[in-house]
């Protein structure tokens, strides 16, 4: 199975800078890697896939970069704004299910 | 679309008692799988399955069931509650498994539990 690690369990940032989280692996590289975005109460949903061949990812404000070197994934918000503030998890896939990491919470203040 | 249905959102158990947790998906996925969270653990496998017929054990398996009659349903039973299985519970489903093309998960809102 896979250790994961993502870097803070929390995390504050000023409104309209750039949120940095960080997720850290240590087995086999995985095939796809996911980030999803938890409210408190709610289910995971699902937000950015990336794939192992693909270096960075873009979607809106979201950018998702995949390093298998490093065993690393770095998912950028852009712009942050108080209605990001959320958990946010990545997840590893395996052949017949996902390794989450524990999540990092953001809270971007007004 | 109703998406991920699960229930009960909330339930308290005695230790000992047994009960099942409902999920229902009416996204026609073959893939559903139950997840447990707890506080500094994150998202744990418990049972997966990849179609009507077809369960497999996850990472924490011990003290639950399930079974998969139809592609809808996927119930999670636990047999003798333990304290130590509070926690929130997740049901998940997707068109295929995680490793093919990196399925997104669909997720319900969970169900709380609580064994005293």
């Known amino acids: 199975s896979q250790k994961i690690e993502q870097n803070s369990e929390a995390l504050n940032i000023q409104e309209g800078k750039t949120a940095t989280l960080t997720c850290n692996y240590t087995n086999y590289s995985p095939a796809y890697l996911q980030w999803y975005r938890q409210d408190p109460g709610r289910g995971p949903v699902f937000l950015l896939l990336i794939r192992e061949n693909e270096k960075e990812k873009r979607k809106e404000r979201l950018k998702v970069t995949f390093d298998t070197t490093l065993k690393q994934s770095l998912f950028h918000i852009t712009a942050s704004q108080p209605a990001d503030s959320a958990t946010y998890l990545c997840?590893?896939?395996?052949?017949?299910?996902?390794?989450f990491g524990t999540g990092t919470r953001l809270t971007v203040i007004p | 679309n109703a998406g991920v249905t699960q229930t009960p959102k909330f339930q308290v158990l005695k230790t000992g008692q047994s009960m099942t947790l409902q999920c229902a998906q009416d996204m026609n996925h073959e893939y559903m799988s139950w997840y447990r969270q707890d506080p500094g653990m994150g998202l744990r496998l418990i049972h997966y399955s990849v179609g009507a017929g077809i369960t497999d054990q996850g990472e924490v398996p011990n003290g639950y069931n399930v079974s998969r009659s139809t592609t809808e349903d996927f119930p999670l039973r636990l047999l003798s509650a333990a304290p130590s299985q509070t926690s929130v519970y997740f049901c998940?489903?997707?068109?295929?498994?995680?490793?093919?093309?990196?399925?997104?998960?669909?997720f319900g809102d969970g169900t709380r539990l609580s064994i005293l």
């Open positions: 997840a590893l896939s395996g052949a017949n299910n996902l390794f």
């Open positions: 998940a489903s997707s068109y295929s498994s995680p490793g093919q093309n990196g399925q997104p998960q669909h």
